[in-house]
């Protein structure tokens, strides 16, 4: 398929049909990560492709973060909840059923971190932890630590496929972030800290014992540590200090796990899926996620451009404009004319608005020839069925 | 004309992710600099937003005039946390050239990036400076419009200085909290949110509301952005909601155009009737909300300064008071 660009008639290259079904049947695919920018449908797109998976017989989880209230409740959830549960009315044995399942949870950034904590130190020194005042606000509302919980959950996700294969799919939503990249960027951040120079300064009272610290700190760390009392006061930095204290003893390396999460996005058996919409900032947003994703050598299946608006073809917002125009000059209060003069509006409007998207999802493509891209048009209604889903499934396959 | 002393003068503006509220703050912030007043607009999330807007190349951290309305001017600010960081730390201890040390050490990345609670503070802090500076007894801005975090994060980043507050019962962090604390709550200080008339922009912007309000915020007004226009009166649909495809084309060539193309056009209809009621909805929903609103029209992109004034006399500021 060629499409000619209205400048100069030249044809380009289309870039190739991302082909969702072969994706999803791919049984070497065992990751898919939706990402993109707000307000783009990630995390329904997530839930589509899941659907669309475990109808082709997979065994799929899917792993949502913050749904719109009707998307959790078609996927049976009704509350933040870290454990995969199955969605109803999906798969069975019955007759048409080639034992596909769909399970479904929403990431519970809290109790993630929680259960990562209570996984590698005994149940007395969790409870410590948890009274923490500084890790309460560090699980609860650190940036990143959603980033950080979404990706850990992944692995955990990946070692009970590995392990038990109680599923052999895991689509995985992102989070609202400000950037698509915070997903990539985020967890080693918050790995990098844990694990870093300057964490160790704030420990070392607690691990060095009161006095003994003010012997080691050089004339540099004297500056260092002086300033961090003032901006933080003693209170916050005898906190940072207990809490990291108590996390180095039992499972130091935070940024090994970071990286090693981090690592397994580039393995083989990852696909991801960004998701844009026509919107100058959504696909300024997928640009800079693709790039990245390309630079670091990391398996992008393929771009979804969402929410495309479209029309009917063959009257042009002009055309339309002009025969409104001439319809008004009739004058007429015939039920065929009134009915003839609000479609040729919503032509109008819808052919515009139709040339707006198409024109910015051919810029896109020629600035990205290369990848793998498809369609999607936008829905009269939002999604709260499986049947709504079912059908952004379809559209994302291209039926 | 000149802002009503009633009226707040830091319009906190929040919204989800794609609902345009950069664009709701700036035509904000040209309506309220109307008649002559000198109106700051402030973004804080490293988007340079506020440059695509305008059309200026991107914003140091420096107060920079981005553009004039009427007699009234709009200076726009990009607050960079580790330059916010470093001002703070100049204006609060005198501590100079501390960047360099902190940089080494890793702070600043943790104050910046890893610990946003810090970093909100800091960024609230300045917003707080710039709302209340004065120049020989006057205010330097008559008002200031923050282009703030999306809804899903703004009670976090507006309660970001109470927390910290709670995490260090004494000392400058502390104190400089309660001062931006009190500036937040006051009748100073009001909080928008935009959103379209869609199912999900919708919940996050009531949820938004109700969980500002629970923190002792107040919420302005719920900007609806991107409305489309009704187009199709229900009179002209059948009682179930379908299209009489061959009075249209009766109608078509009326107009002079051929009848075939009725049967797209009136499946198109069908649809643009269904989003319509949908937009309904949505509007009953947020309207039971109790909240003054505003409605903005989809204007064709791509936006320009003119659009920003469109939407500025839309938004009607003077009959907000």
Request: proline share 6%.
């Amino acid at each position: 398929m060629t499409r000619s660009t209205p400048a100069a008639g030249r044809t380009r290259p289309a870039p190739p049909e991302l082909d969702i079904d072969l994706l999803l049947k791919d049984p070497e695919i065992k990751v898919i990560v939706t990402c993109g920018s707000g307000g783009v449908g990630k995390t329904t797109t997530a839930a589509a492709l899941a659907l669309r998976a475990a109808e082709q017989g997979r065994k799929v989880v899917v792993l949502t973060i913050d749904p719109a209230r009707r998307l959790a409740q078609s996927l049976g959830l009704t509350e933040l909840d870290n454990t995969p549960r199955k969605v109803p009315g999906v798969g069975g044995t019955g007759a048409g059923h080639d034992g596909g399942e769909l399970l479904a949870m929403m990431l519970d950034m809290k109790r993630t971190f929680d259960e990562v904590v209570l996984l590698h130190t005994t149940e007395e020194k969790a409870q410590q932890i948890f009274a923490n005042p500084f890790y309460q606000s560090l699980s609860a509302s650190f940036a990143g630590t959603q980033e950080y919980m979404a990706m850990e959950k992944l692995s955990q996700l990946r070692d009970q496929l590995v392990e038990h294969g109680e599923w052999d799919l895991i689509v995985v939503d992102t989070p609202p972030s400000r950037s698509a990249l915070d997903f990539l960027d985020a967890p080693q951040r918050l790995g990098r800290f844990l694990d870093g120079r300057m964490i160790r300064l704030l420990t070392a009272p607690a691990r060095a014992g009161g006095k003994a610290y003010l012997k080691v700190v050089s004339a540099g760390f004297g500056v260092f540590t002086k300033v961090m009392t003032k901006i933080l006061g003693n209170d916050l930095l005898g906190n940072v200090s207990a809490f990291v204290a108590s996390l180095e003893t039992m499972f130091g390396g935070f940024r090994e796990r970071a990286d090693q999460t981090y690592e397994l996005l580039k393995a083989p058996d990852t696909a991801f899926v960004v998701v844009a919409s026509p919107e100058p900032d959504a696909l300024r947003e997928a640009s800079f996620f693709v790039e990245r994703l390309q630079q670091e050598q990391m398996p992008l299946a393929g771009v979804v451009l969402n929410r495309l608006r479209t029309a009917p073809e063959g009257l042009s917002a002009q055309r339309a404009a002009a025969a409104a125009e001439r319809l008004a000059e009739l004058d007429s209060s015939e039920p065929a004319a009134l009915l003839a003069a609000a479609a040729l509006a919503v032509q109008v409007e819808s052919a515009e608005s139709a040339k707006h998207d198409q024109a910015m999802i051919v810029r896109f493509a020629a600035a990205h020839p290369e990848i793998a891209q498809r369609t999607v048009p936008a829905l009269a209604t939002d999604v709260h069925d499986l049947a709504g889903l079912r059908s952004i499934g379809a559209a994302l396959a291209g039926s | 004309m000149p802002l009503d002393p009633s009226m707040p003068r830091l319009h906190v503006v929040t919204g989800k992710g794609g609902t345009g509220k950069t664009t709701v703050a700036g035509a904000l912030a040209v309506a309220l600099a109307e008649g002559g007043n000198r109106i700051l607009l402030v973004e804080v999330e490293g988007r340079q937003g506020l440059a695509q807007l305008f059309d200026t190349p991107p914003l140091p951290h420096v107060e920079m005039r981005l553009a004039s309305a009427n007699g009234g001017e709009i200076i726009g600010l990009a607050v960079d946390p580790e330059a916010a960081m470093l001002e703070y730390l100049e204006m609060f201890y005198s501590i100079k050239r501390a960047g360099s040390v902190l940089r080494k050490m890793g702070a600043i990345d943790f104050v910046t990036t890893i610990a946003p609670g810090l970093r909100d503070v800091l960024l609230t802090g300045k917003i707080k400076e710039a709302v209340t500076r004065t120049k020989a007894g006057r205010p330097v801005f008559d008002a200031v419009v923050l282009d703030a975090p999306p809804t899903g994060r703004i009670t976090q980043f507006l309660e970001a200085t109470n927390e910290v507050a709670g995490l260090t019962r004494f000392g400058p962090i502390h104190k400089q909290s309660i001062g931006v604390t009190s500036l937040l709550h006051s009748a100073q200080s009001v909080v928008h949110i935009v959103t379209l008339l869609e199912e999900m922009p919708v919940q996050e912007s009531l949820d938004a509301a109700a969980e500002l309000t629970a923190a002792g915020y107040r919420v302005g007004r719920l900007i609806v952005n991107r409305a489309r226009p009704d187009l199709v009166a229900a009179g002209l649909l059948s009682s179930t909601g379908a299209v009489d495809a061959e009075l249209l084309a009766t109608g078509l060539q009326l107009a002079g155009l051929k009848g075939t193309l009725a049967p797209a056009l009136a499946v198109q209809m069908g649809e643009y009737a269904q989003r319509q009621r949908v937009q309904d909805e949505a509007d009953s929903t947020l309207q039971a909300a109790g909240l003054p609103m505003s409605r903005l029209p989809d204007l064709t992109p791509p936006l320009d300064l003119g659009s920003l004034f469109e939407l500025a006399h839309t938004l009607d500021v003077g009959s907000w008071a």
